[in-house]
């Protein structure tokens, strides 16, 4: 069921990551990047999903971890800057659900 949960909250991640990537096609252009790092972070997303369904443990407690972190992390910067929505939210939980979820299975 663990599996599951980390599975989902990385696929709703990768998800929103994607959407906002497709709504703000000019950042390649204007804020490379930004875009670069958004492209990174949507490859990290789909890493946690797959290596939840693969059922890698270790693998997937270490990539979540990371994504937790880079999720935090982009939540304290939106917070410094007072820019922090819904969004840089979401992120925030769907990154500890995800590292929650390795972390709990066996």
Do not use: C, E, Y
């Not at 972190?69 to 910067?77: D, I, R, S, Y």
């Not at 007072?82 to 979820?101: D, E, F």
């Amino acid at each position: 069921m663990t599996r599951v949960l980390t599975q989902a909250a990385a696929l709703a991640g990768a998800a929103d990551t994607g959407a906002f990537l497709a709504r703000r096609r000019q950042l390649f252009s204007d804020a490379p990047q930004r875009a670069f790092g958004s492209v990174g972070m949507l490859g990290l997303w789909l890493a946690v999903a797959a290596s939840a369904r693969s059922n890698k443990r270790g693998l997937t407690v270490g990539l979540a971890s990371a994504n937790a972190a880079g999720q935090m992390a982009m939540l304290g910067v939106h917070l410094r800057h007072g820019i922090a929505g819904p969004r840089v939210w979401l992120g925030a939980v769907l990154g500890g659900a995800a590292l929650g979820g390795a972390v709990a299975s066996r």
